[in-house]
T-cell receptor, first 114, second 111 residues
Framework: NAGVTQTPKFQVLKTGQSMTLQCAQDMNHNSMYWYRQDPGMGLRLIYYSASEGTTDKGEVPNGYNVSRLNKREFSLRLESAAPSQTSVYFC?????????????FGPGTRLTVL | GENVEQHPSTLSVQEGDSAVIKCTYSDSASNYFPWYKQELGKRPQLIIDIRSNVGEKKDQRIAVTLNKTAKHFSLHITETQPEDSAVYFCAATSGNTPLVFGKGTRLSVIA
């Protein structure tokens, strides 16, 4: 039981490049989330998927797109990376519904955009 | 939407002393309040949570209190130990929308 896994662990991009961050969970959870963490800013929600087949914007969605590929996988895409997207990205999942349930986080992806 | 304010942003205590972190929220409909701990270089992990029908909850050395009238909740850590050093995040939700996190408190326990 690996929990929530993310790839890659580290990535360096040049401005304008694109990339996809991958996330998978093996806990049969319904809800999945993407956060970014910047110093002094806490955890800010980018996008979430309350259930397979649905996605919604969070607090800071600009510059990102997501795909809920199936119940296990939720990917985050940066189409044209900008230095402001330099951050640590966490994927999380919870058993069902948006709230009242523990969120389990992945190990994070540290992204630097030059 | 919900807004969660967390104070202080940094906190240093002597080993064995108590630490208190406070959060306020804006949405009176919020009814679930978890606390997450993030050690350096690690992922956030849930340490305790409280629901609106409860005023206080304890788990060994940690406790959370909730004042719905004042719209604030607090994390209390007693007999602090070096392994309590971490960043702590509070969060709130009404249940119909995702969790909203505070900006975090960096706790340092000095031996």
């Amino acid at each position: 039981n690996a929990g929530v896994t993310q790839t890659p662990k580290f990535q360096v991009l040049k401005t304008g490049q694109s990339m996809t961050l991958q996330c998978a969970q093996d806990m049969n959870h319904n809800s999945m989330y993407w956060y970014r963490q910047d110093p002094g800013m806490g955890l800010r929600l980018i996008y979430y998927s309350a259930s397979e087949g649905t996605t919604d914007k969070g607090e800071v969605p600009n510059g990102y797109n997501v795909s809920r590929l199936n119940k296990r996988e939720f990917s985050l895409r940066l189409e044209s990376a900008a230095p402001s997207q330099t951050s640590v990205y966490f994927c999380a999942s919870s058993i069902g519904g948006l709230a009242h349930n523990e969120q389990f986080f992945g190990p994070g992806t540290r992204l630097t955009v030059l | 939407g919900e807004n969660v304010e967390q104070h202080p942003s940094t906190l240093s205590v002597q080993e064995g002393d108590s630490a208190v972190i406070k959060c306020t929220y804006s949405d009176s409909a919020s009814n679930y309040f978890p606390w997450y701990k993030q050690e350096l270089g690690k992922r956030p992990q849930l340490i305790i949570d409280i629901r609106s029908n409860v005023g206080e909850k304890k788990d060994q050395r940690i406790a959370v209190t909730l004042n719905k009238t004042a719209k604030h909740f607090s994390l209390h850590i007693t007999e602090t130990q070096p392994e309590d050093s971490a960043v702590y995040f509070c969060a709130a939700t009404s249940g119909n929308t995702p969790l909203v996190f505070g900006k975090g408190t960096r706790l340092s326990v000095i031996a």
